[in-house]
């Protein structure tokens, strides 16, 4: 069973010796009614408080998407080579998304100690992914999920306000036919792409922090280092 966020108070939840942020939530507050993705076979929401997200302990889909030279990444690939920390934001031109692009750059060379790699989806062209990577002097991946498709398959995609129809036309290069937004997201992945951390909040406004996610990711990288060690040698 899906989540869905509402929007009543969100909450910290402790999910296997780890904190994971959540929002309470009750059947009665799915969405009457989804918008429907003709192409993909696939619903997403009017609102971002009634997104179904993938939960922790599961396993993300298959993605092959531009990088920000254009050329095709596959992030199961690149996954399985170690454990990754997956940031969903909405684009370079967000101001949030900037400081949070900023403040996970902060704490890259921390996180590499530790034995991460990070990797970003937006909402941008390739071309824009160039931007953000030349403005921000970004040392880790940005790929390009410009229709969205990659957001909409981890449940985080929802229908823009009318607002944004031509910040999104040209932030994508033309590609959000759908004008559909993510909810900025983070995802703590180990090798096997099974989410162990996740952070949604339909409150675009509001970003993990570094330091809380640097603790997060240190906390897991021990937990995991004690369970291999558990493990019965072969």
């Known amino acids: ?6 929007k009543a108070s969100a909450f910290l939840l402790i999910s296997g ?3 994971c942020f959540t929002a309470s939530s009750h059947a009665a507050d799915r969405p009457a009614t989804a918008i429907t993705d003709t192409v993909a076979t696939l619903k997403y929401p009017a609102k971002s408080t009634d997104i179904s997200p993938l939960l922790i302990g599961e396993a993300i889909p298959a993605v092959t998407i531009p990088a920000a030279d254009g050329k095709a990444y596959n992030l199961n690939a690149r996954i399985a080579e170690k454990p990754t920390i997956l940031v969903f934001y909405r684009g370079g031109w967000c101001p949030f998304c900037n400081r949070e692009l900023a403040g996970i750059q902060a704490i890259q060379a921390d996180l590499v100690n530790m034995g991460y790699q990070i990797i970003a989806i937006s909402t941008d062209s390739p071309e ?6 030349s403005k921000h002097q970004l040392t880790y991946t940005l790929l390009s999920d410009a229709d969205l498709a990659v957001s909409r398959q981890f449940g985080i995609a929802f229908k823009a306000p009318a607002a944004y129809s031509a910040t999104l036309a040209q932030g994508s290069g033309g590609k959000n036919s759908d004008q559909l937004l993510p909810v900025p997201s983070v995802f703590v992945l180990n090798q096997k792409g ?3 951390f996740e952070y949604i909040n339909p409150d675009f ?3 993990i922090s570094p330091d809380l996610l ?6 897991l990288r021990k937990d995991n280092a004690a ?3 558990d493990q019965p040698s072969k």
Do not use: C, P, Y
């Open 128 to 133: 824009n992914l160039g931007k953000s990577i």
């Open 205 to 207: 406004k509001q970003r």
């Open 17 to 19: 010796g780890m904190l």
């Open 214 to 219: 640097k603790s997060v990711a240190a906390a």
């Open 1 to 6: 069973m899906k989540r869905i966020l509402s």
């Open 227 to 229: 369970k291999d060690k």
């Open 194 to 196: 099974i989410i162990q």
